[in-house]
T-cell receptor, first 112, second 114 residues
């Protein structure tokens, strides 16, 4: 029973263009959503988060959008840079639990 | 912040052996987590400590797995009678405070069971 789905295993974009990574979830109790990126042989690194009371959060080149009715969130990276090439994980959590529930990840490749 | 550290970074063992991993969280982080990641999957939650108390455990944490955080600082994860299916990356994370914030992950320990 996969509660978090990242349906695109991979995404390739050109440097300078927008990258859009999507995440769908089934558990309506999730109320805090985090994005992590992971380089090979390293642990996940926190990128940006959003609370369920918001529908948008922005931090520099990174923006996360949350559509609670659709149980969908997306991460926008503008402009994309080659150093953004990594695996991106969506990881929601719910109040009363400390565990993050990770999707399978999307491998982003930004081509120079 | 010196970051979360994990040792060893790599461990190769034979089936049936016991292994132990260590995690040193960021100092002053009272919350510590263990996750496991297998190929092509995202990290899966194993267990959570607040100070020295183990407060949440996943069903993935079978009776062959045990985790401790004796003084509320570093933590150990032991796997007894390892099986080939235990081969994975074992990740430790920590965070502080009661507000909702991110978990900081260590580099992981890669376990290979032959």
């Amino acid at each position: 029973d996969q509660q978090v789905k990242q349906n695109s295993p991979s995404l390739s974009v050109q440097e300078g263009r927008i990258s859009i990574l999507n995440c769908d979830y089934t558990n309506s109790m999730f109320d805090y959503f985090l994005w992590y990126k992971k380089y090979p042989a390293e642990g996940p690194t926190f990128l940006i988060s959003i609370s369920s009371i918001k529908d948008k959060n922005e931090d520099g080149r990174f923006t996360v959008f949350l559509n609670k009715s659709a149980k969908h969130l997306s991460l926008h990276i503008v402009p994309s840079q080659p150093g953004d090439s990594a695996v991106y994980f969506c990881a929601p959590t719910q109040g009363g639990s400390e565990k993050l529930v990770f999707g399978k990840g999307t491998k982003l490749t930004v081509n120079p | 912040d010196t970051g979360v550290s994990q040792n060893p970074r790599h461990k190769i063992t034979k089936r049936g052996q016991n292994v132990t991993f260590r995690c040193d969280p960021i100092s002053e982080h009272n919350r510590l987590y263990w996750y496991r990641q297998t190929l092509g999957q995202g990290p899966e939650f194993l267990t959570y400590f607040q100070n020295e108390a183990q407060l949440e455990k996943s069903r993935l944490l079978s009776d062959r797995f045990s985790a401790e955080r004796p003084k509320g600082s570093f933590s150990t994860l032991e796997i007894q009678r390892t099986e080939q299916g235990d081969s994975a990356m074992y990740l430790c994370a920590s965070r502080r405070g009661t507000t909702r914030n991110e978990q900081f992950f260590g580099p992981g320990t890669r376990l290979t069971v032959l």
